[in-house]
Every structure is written in structure tokens, then in C-alpha cells.
């Protein structure tokens, strides 16, 4: 199993830009594609974006379409996540997720997340 270690949250303002990173070790990380998802307080976790194991095939949450972007770098076992334009909706936990399917189901393996609040 990969274990996952997400850094790069942090209080930022509306209309602002954060970079989330998320090192893999152990297990396969090249192989496996990457999501991110998100926990608001009182709601339940959900889906913001997924890269392919090959790092070409992207997918996203219709809230984050056009201000996030996912990437991957494997040489340093690392996916990220580019925010832009951020909202106050956009404040949640955001984790890390090896395994994550085209149907946006998780996989096992979670980091233990980094926290984003966007002031408004």
C-alpha cells in the first residue's frame, strides 16, 4: 500500500492561489492513479480531481473545473494540486488518494490531509 503525505494548505483570501502536494512511498505510485478529494466541515467528503497513472487522462468536480488543475511528477513520486481562483466554498480538508477509479470511487490509501480555509 502507498502511504501519502500532503502538504501546502493554509489560510488564503478569496480570488488567491494555493499549491497542494502529495508524496507517495512505499507501494507502487507510478502505477496507480492519483485523486484528491475534499471534507467541508459537516459534510461528507468528496470527489475534486483525478490523474491517470500515465499522467495524461484528467478528470475533475464540475466546482473546480477551470480553477483546478492535477499533475503529477513520478520521478518525485509526488501528485499536486493547482487551486486558482479560490472560494470560500472551496475551504475543506483536501486529502490525497492512490487508487482512485474513472467513477471517482477512492482507493485505500489516504493521506492524512492538509487544511484549506479561504476567507472571504
Known amino acids: 500500500q502507498v502511504q501519502l503525505v500532503e502538504s501546502g494548505g493554509g489560510l488564503v483570501q478569496t480570488g488567491g492561489s494555493l499549491r497542494l502536494s502529495c508524496v507517495g512511498s512505499?507501494?507502487?505510485?507510478?502505477?496507480?492513479?492519483m485523486g484528491w478529494f475534499r471534507q467541508a466541515p459537516g459534510k461528507e467528503r468528496e470527489f475534486v480531481a483525478r490523474?491517470?497513472?500515465?499522467?495524461?487522462?484528467?478528470s475533475y468536480a464540475d466546482s473546480v473545473k477551470g480553477r483546478f488543475t492535477i499533475f503529477r511528477i513520478d520521478a518525485r513520486n509526488t501528485v499536486y494540486l493547482e487551486m486558482n481562483n479560490l472560494k470560500p466554498d472551496d475551504t475543506a480538508v483536501y486529502y490525497c488518494?492512490?487508487?482512485?477509479?474513472?467513477?471517482?470511487?477512492?482507493?485505500?490509501?489516504w493521506g492524512q490531509g492538509t487544511q484549506v480555509p479561504v476567507s472571504s
Open positions: 488518494n492512490a487508487g482512485t477509479t474513472l467513477g471517482k470511487v477512492p482507493g485505500t490509501s
Open positions: 490523474v491517470d497513472s500515465n499522467g495524461v487522462i484528467t
Open positions: 512505499g507501494g507502487i505510485f507510478s502505477s496507480s492513479a
